[in-house]
Nanobody, 130 residues
Framework: QVRLVESGGGSVQAGGSLRLSCAAS????????MGWFRQAPGKEREGVAV????????NYADSVKGRFTISQDNAKNTLYLQMNSLKPEDTAMYYC???????????????????????WGQGTQVTVSS
C-alpha cells in the first residue's frame, strides 16, 4: 500500500522560507514522477513542482520558478520542497503526489496536472501573511 505523509507546513511572513517534506512508503517502482501540488480555498488544485526520481529532472509552475526547489533523498524515500521568498498568494494546502502515467524522463507540463496522479498525501497547510 502506497503511503505519502507530508510535513513542514506552517505560518510565515512574506519573504520567509519553509521546507516541506513528503515521506513515501510502499511504492515499488524506481523511476517515476513525484510532485508537489497546492490548493487554496475555492480554487482548483494546481501543480507546483515535479521531479523524475530516476534522473532528477524537474519542472516548475511559472509562479514559483526561482523561489521553490524540489529535491529528493532516495535513501530516505523522502521528497522535499524548499520554498523561499514566500508570498501571501502561496497560501494553500500543499500535497505530495506520486505515480503519473504521463511521467517522462524530463517531466513536461502534463506532469504538473493533478488529474494524472494516482497517489496522494493528506496535505500540509502553508499560510503566508503580509
Amino acid at each position: 500500500q502506497v503511503r505519502l505523509v507530508e510535513s513542514g507546513g506552517g505560518s510565515v511572513q512574506a519573504g520567509g522560507s519553509l521546507r516541506l517534506s513528503c515521506a513515501a512508503s510502499g511504492y515499488t517502482y524506481s523511476n517515476y514522477c513525484m510532485g508537489w501540488f497546492r490548493q487554496a480555498p475555492g480554487k482548483e488544485r494546481e501543480g507546483v513542482a515535479v521531479i523524475y526520481t530516476g534522473g532528477g529532472s524537474t519542472n516548475y509552475a511559472d509562479s514559483v520558478k526561482g523561489r521553490f526547489t524540489i529535491s529528493q533523498d532516495n535513501a530516505k524515500n523522502t521528497l522535499y520542497l524548499q520554498m523561499n521568498s514566500l508570498k501571501p498568494e502561496d497560501t494553500a494546502m500543499y500535497y505530495c503526489a506520486a505515480d503519473s502515467p504521463v511521467c517522462t524522463v524530463v517531466p513536461g507540463p502534463l506532469a504538473l496536472t493533478a488529474y494524472y496522479y494516482n497517489y496522494w498525501g493528506q496535505g500540509t497547510q502553508v499560510t503566508v501573511s503580509s
